[in-house]
């Protein structure tokens, strides 16, 4: 790498050091581009939301020993266009599931493990391959990798500004040690994320509900890039209010609390609001596919607050939570001990109670158990909470990640609000990820959206790089 | 770190893991801590003994330090492994002697011992050391009977500690996982990977000395240590045998006490050197500073028993033989003197937690 006093010279530089940017950087590499990797994060942290990840969905056309059966292109995309209410970009989608199908062979080269198909916590086993150690594992093997091949990478590298000249890159301004050093190159790969634990711009638009929101991943996807290239002209994709999110345990730390903060409790009992109330149907269908509805849902109640309220007949069957319930002896206790109105839960509760239909309970199914007369009803899994002790747990909106993007091409090349191309400007992963799904999400789908258009993005960088 | 909060950071680690579960497939550890909701003394007891600090799951976790959940299972389970020891040995009082500077207590215990022998030596010998006539005549040195007395009710000792302690702690596992099963599959398995030291690859790659670095190289010295305590052991075994039907030693270089010795004090050279080296070059966040005393005394032990027994075979025939049998003598029973209240016992504790997980697996 050229060093001229503050000046970096380089072919490619990719900015965010996730699993896109690795990919896009391990691909620039192999294709013999110069390569610098500026990651904001110290290395601890370093990956971005990758490091909270466990597996990525891939299409596949036969049994092997990661995935059992089939999961061809067809059933991908149907899955894909069912969560999205059909709005997505046919062409990127299907260049995105085809590319899934290599995805696996090309991690092992280097060194990402997975773990075998015969055993595992979650029931993807068909569809989704799981990382052996999780999504730091992966991201720890890429780092090894590009040290091994001559990638430089910084740390604690925080890209302030971009210079672009009509909607070329030329180079990036970077806070390394107090100090802004320019980083020139021939291209750029933008793989920084989206905004979500940029707290002011998560205010803007979700005004002073925002302050009570839970960041589940990296405090450093704060959106830097994406406003960067919007001021530069570049085309958005995606709505600023669209994001996963789930509910989390309301004791969880306010960033990078990760996988452990989520509850699993909501569809086997009740969840009410701050007045005692419940606002929605918890068993409208199997909680994988509706727990990412749930952060909207509470962020859309007062305060930002719910309470999930399981009792002794359910309590252990859910997968254990990082914090402990708030237990108690009757429904009016609880609702002490949570500050919810005693009158009000214990109403809520019985009129629930009343309500319950005979069924034959069966979590694995979508099963009779269901409410009569309520509103709104609860249609399945619903029983009797009567069996004390009763758990509660407190729940906020746990925000994932942001959909407001990039609008790319199937080069991976950001597109200007003219529609033409920038010129040497790709991107990846979640900053681009709305151009496939901008509301709904399929578990896994994030990181094959990043490695694919990682690979595809790193690929164009270099070969624009003349390499 | 105190008991009580051991435990309680213990219970933290393992709440917070299996809330998480992705490192599920690199061990016996988590797949066995998904059976549980909540983690007493005895479960941890239990994970901690299973755990073999290949440290893969340090490096894997998105909530190591510096996170907040400061979660670092390698060396959590290293400090109540550690604590389990002095916790369950017999008499209690004397694991207490080495809790703090191990390596000192070990070394002190051999270097007394040697002392002594010399001493009592000198005073039967009236103030000089025997030289023997015959090439090494060991009796002429330690008499036959003393050596007999001495060695056979230290072994005894020896015996009855760490079975009390095996029993006290396979009283505690066996409270918390399932009841034995029929017939001997569960064992075979525990047997086949105690031999193997499966854990140590079981995730299809080598364990690691740092992020990203796995290396064959401690499974391989283990086995060097492993095995070459089991020949020396066969060794001695032989001889004893040979011993009661009159056959006395010294035997000779072809005989099978000398070979099963000499390939056992080789290996119990190599093994045990290794391994201090290997400790040298570890990532030091994967274990804690209790594990190092109890590792270094012990190591320390092996290899000046394997030294001493290689040398007094070379030089048996020499001067230097008298001194260098009092030696090899007081550091073989300091060795087996601190087995039950060293690091020698995390074999026996491994061997009957992965019995546990064995048959906690099957169901």
Redesign the interface.
């Known amino acids: 790498m050229a060093v001229n006093g503050d000046l970096e010279i380089c072919d490619v530089a990719v900015i965010g050091g996730g699993n896109a940017g690795l990919c896009a950087a391990l691909t620039a590499r192999e294709a013999g581009a110069r390569v610098i990797v500026l990651e904001s994060a110290p290395r601890h942290y370093r990956g971005g939301n990758s490091r909270h990840t466990r597996n990525l969905r891939c299409m596949h056309d036969g049994p092997g020993h990661l995935l059992t059966d089939t999961y061809a292109e067809g059933e991908f995309l149907s899955d894909l266009l069912r969560v999205t209410g059909n709005d997505t970009d046919d062409v990127l989608a299907r260049l995105v599931i085809r590319g899934s199908a290599e995805c696996p062979e090309w991690m092992r080269r280097f060194g990402v493990r997975f773990q075998s198909s015969l055993r595992g916590t979650l029931h993807l086993a068909r569809t989704n391959a799981f990382f052996l150690g999780g999504g730091k594992a992966v991201m720890n093997s890429y780092y090894a990798a590009a040290e091994r091949l001559g990638i430089q990478v910084l740390y604690d590298a925080e890209v302030v500004g971009l210079d672009l000249i009509d909607g070329r890159f030329r180079a990036a301004s970077v806070l390394i040690n107090g100090h802004v050093r320019t980083i020139r190159a021939r291209a750029a790969v933008i793989a920084a994320g989206g905004f979500e634990a940029n707290l002011d711009w998560l205010r803007e638009v979700w005004g002073d509900a925002a302050d009570n929101f839970i960041i589940r991943g990296t405090p450093y996807n704060k959106g830097t890039l994406l406003k960067l290239m919007f001021d530069a002209g570049a085309q958005s994709v995606g709505d600023a209010r669209e994001c996963h999110a789930v509910a989390v345990d309301a004791r969880s730390p306010k960033f990078d609390g990760g996988i452990v903060t989520r509850l699993d409790s909501l569809s086997l009992g009740i969840v009410v609001n701050q007045q005692g109330e419940r606002f929605y149907d918890e068993g409208e269908d199997f909680w994988p596919k509706r727990y990412a509805i749930w952060g909207t849902l509470i962020a859309r109640q007062p305060d930002q607050i719910a309470f999930s309220i399981v009792d002794s007949r359910t309590a252990g069957t859910f997968m254990p939570s990082v914090f402990p319930p708030i237990v108690a002896n009757s429904v009016r206790e609880l609702a002490t001990l949570l500050n919810l109105p005693p009158e009000r839960l214990e109403t809520t509760v019985s009129a629930f109670n009343a309500a319950v239909r005979p069924g034959s309970f069966d979590h694995a199914v979508l099963d009779d158990c269901r409410t009569s007369g309520l509103s709104p009803e609860k249609t399945h899994w619903a029983q009797r909470i009567d069996s004390p002790p009763f758990w509660g747990y407190p729940l906020r909106p746990g925000i994932t990640f942001t959909y407001l993007g990039l609008k790319v091409d199937r080069r991976g090349q950001v597109l200007m609000r003219g529609g033409e191309p920038a010129g040497n400007i790709y991107a990846a992963g979640e900053i681009m990820a709305g151009n496939i799904l901008r509301k709904g999400y399929i578990a896994g789908v994030g990181m094959t959206i990043g490695t694919v258009f990682g690979r595809i993005a790193g690929g164009e960088a270099a070969r624009h790089a003349g390499r | 770190m105190p008991a009580g909060e051991l435990i309680r950071q213990g219970q933290h680690v393992m ?2 893991c ?9 061990c016996p550890v988590f ?1 066995a801590m ?1 059976n549980r ?1 909540t983690f007493a003394t005895a479960d941890l007891t239990y994970l901690a003994n299973l755990c073999h600090n290949c440290g ?2 340090l ?6 330090p ?4 400061a979660i670092n299972v390698p060396r959590t389970l290293a400090e109540i492994r550690a604590h389990s020891y002095e916790h369950y040995c017999w008499p209690r009082s004397l694991g207490l002697a080495f809790r703090h500077s191990n390596l000192l207590t070990g070394a002190g215990l051999a270097a007394a011992l040697i002392a002594i022998m010399f001493a009592a030596t000198l005073v039967v010998n009236g103030g000089r050391l025997p030289r023997p006539v015959g090439a090494g005549d060991f009796y002429a040195v330690v008499p036959h009977d003393v050596m007999v007395i001495l060695f056979g009710g230290v072994f005894l000792f020896v015996l009855a500690a760490i079975g009390v302690a095996t029993v006290r702690f396979w009283r505690d596992v066996q409270a918390v996982t399932p009841p034995p099963t029929r017939g001997p599959a569960a064992g075979v398995r525990a047997l086949r990977d105690v031999l193997t030291l499966r854990h140590l690859h079981g ?3 080598d364990c690691t000395s740092a ?2 670095t796995r290396r064959p190289w401690r499974r391989w010295f283990h086995h060097c240590a492993f095995y070459g305590f089991l020949l020396c052991f066969a060794s001695t075994s032989v001889a004893a045998i040979y011993d009661a039907i009159g056959w006395r030693a010294p035997h000779g270089y072809g005989s099978l006490p000398v070979l099963l010795g000499t390939a056992g004090g080789v290996a119990l050279l190599v093994g045990p050197a290794g391994l201090l080296l290997q400790r040298r070059r570890r990532d030091p966040s994967l274990g804690g500073p209790a594990q190092d005393g109890l590792d270094q005394s012990f190591i320390a032990l092996l290899l000046l028993t394997a030294l001493t027994g290689l040398l007094l075979l070379v030089l048996r025939e020499r001067a230097v033989m008298s001194a260098l049998l009092i030696v090899h003598l007081g550091a073989v029973l300091a060795l087996f003197l601190t087995l039950p209240y060293g690091k020698f016992v995390h074999g026996i504790y491994r061997a009957a937690a992965l019995v546990a997980y064995a048959r906690e697996s099957r169901v």
């Open positions: 709440t917070v299996n809330a998480c579960r992705y490192c599920e497939q690199y797949p998904e909701l893969e799951c490096y894997a976790c998105q909530y190591a510096p996170h907040e959940f995730s299809g790659a992020e990203e």
